[in-house]
């Protein structure tokens, strides 16, 4: 996987100086060893050099589940 993200950065700024360099995947918005991989990933990239300006969570949610990724029920006050 490193290599990947490596590869895909390496001439986005040069294409687009505007354009931000992210990393996506799913399991890794709560406390997990997949969310702790990510994080050590994302250090590990950017202690190389590698410009990773955010992280995205992907998540798949069905029409009757009425809870934020949070746990909070998505209702207003």
Same mark, same amino acid.
């Given at each position: 996987?490193d290599?990947?993200? /490596?590869?895909? &950065?390496e001439g986005?700024?040069?294409?687009d100086p505007?354009a931000?360099? =992210?990393?996506n995947?799913? #399991? /890794?918005e &709560?406390a997990n060893?997949?969310?702790t991989?990510m994080y #050590?990933l ?7 050099? /590698?410009p /990773?300006? =955010?992280? +995205?969570?992907?998540?798949?949610r069905s029409s &009757? ?5 949070? +746990?909070?029920?998505?209702?207003s006050?």
């Amino acid at each position: 996987m490193d290599l990947l993200v /490596v590869l895909g &950065g390496e001439g986005h700024r040069a294409a687009d100086p505007d354009a931000r360099l =992210c990393i996506n995947d799913y #399991n /890794v918005e &709560g406390a997990n060893a997949k969310s702790t991989a990510m994080y #050590n990933l994302v250090q590990s990239l950017r202690q190389q050099g /590698v410009p /990773v300006d =955010c992280v +995205g969570f992907q998540a798949a949610r069905s029409s &009757g589940d009425t809870q934020t990724p949070s +746990g909070h029920s998505g209702a207003s006050p």
